[in-house]
């Protein structure tokens, strides 16, 4: 008796599992994908991976925002980033004791600065670029005369401004004069305004030569008549 209860109770179960697999196979779908399903640790990390990955691109997005804004802010208030490649000086450099040693060696530095600080209203005041530094230019007696501020020795800002001041000294004391028009009135006879001297062009046998004549060393007019009477000896 006991057996067949026992057979009984298992068939019983039996068919209530069997029963239950029925009822859910026809009132809820499945499919063979579900049977492959990941774990729950797996679909925690896929999330992790998804939620690090928006992060990311929230956060490169704003780096973006930032860099546009940025560049937007910089042509709205004309500034600009420029690299000074020998270094800027100061008050203290400005002082020949306390210059930078070796002077040659490079010390670039990034600033930020106006658009409009290379620019200049006035023709005889030039930045060059290669040295990093403000020229005045100005002639007297004749003569180019040239005078460097260098960005590496004064600053930047105070570079630019004794440029300026030097050039009024200049005005105030009366050394300016107008560039001069040099003509011999001979062919072959030219004035060079960087070695301020007379320059001759002739041939000899057939061979170009050229001499120069120093104003600086012979006088003006004297070192022009010389390449003049050159000239006219070799036409002979």
């Excluded at 990311?56 to 980033?81: G, H, M, V, Y």
């Excluded at 600065?113 to 005045?136: A, G, H, R």
């Excluded at 050394?175 to 001759?200: F, L, M, Q």
């Amino acid at each position: 008796m006991n057996k067949c209860n026992s057979i009984f109770s298992l068939k019983s179960e039996f068919l209530d599992k069997q029963f239950f697999y029925l009822f859910w196979k026809n009132n809820f779908h499945t499919s063979s994908i579900c049977k492959n399903r990941k774990s729950s640790t797996f679909l925690i990390n896929f999330n992790k991976k998804n939620i690090a990955v928006c992060e990311q691109n929230e956060k490169n997005n704003d780096i973006a925002k930032n860099t546009a804004l940025s560049e937007e802010i910089k042509r709205e208030t004309n500034f600009i980033q420029h690299v000074f490649k020998w270094g800027i000086g100061n008050k203290f450099r400005s002082d020949p004791e306390n210059r930078f040693h070796p002077v040659h060696n490079l010390r670039p530095k990034e600033v930020t600065i106006k658009k409009s600080y290379f620019d200049s209203n006035n023709e005889n005041i030039k930045y060059e670029d290669l040295n990093e530094q403000w020229e005045v230019f100005w002639f007297e007696n004749n003569k180019l005369n040239a005078k460097p501020f260098p960005v590496k020795k004064y600053g930047i800002e105070a570079a630019k401004k004794e440029a300026f001041k030097f050039y009024e000294t200049l005005q105030s004391q009366n050394r300016i004069n107008p560039k001069p028009k040099h003509e011999s009135g001979v062919e072959g006879v030219y004035y060079d305004v960087v070695t301020n001297c007379w320059i001759a062009l002739h041939r000899s046998n057939n061979f170009p030569v050229c001499k120069s004549f120093s104003a600086e060393y012979h006088g003006f007019e004297m070192a022009k008549q010389m390449a003049i009477d050159l000239v006219n000896k070799c036409k002979r």
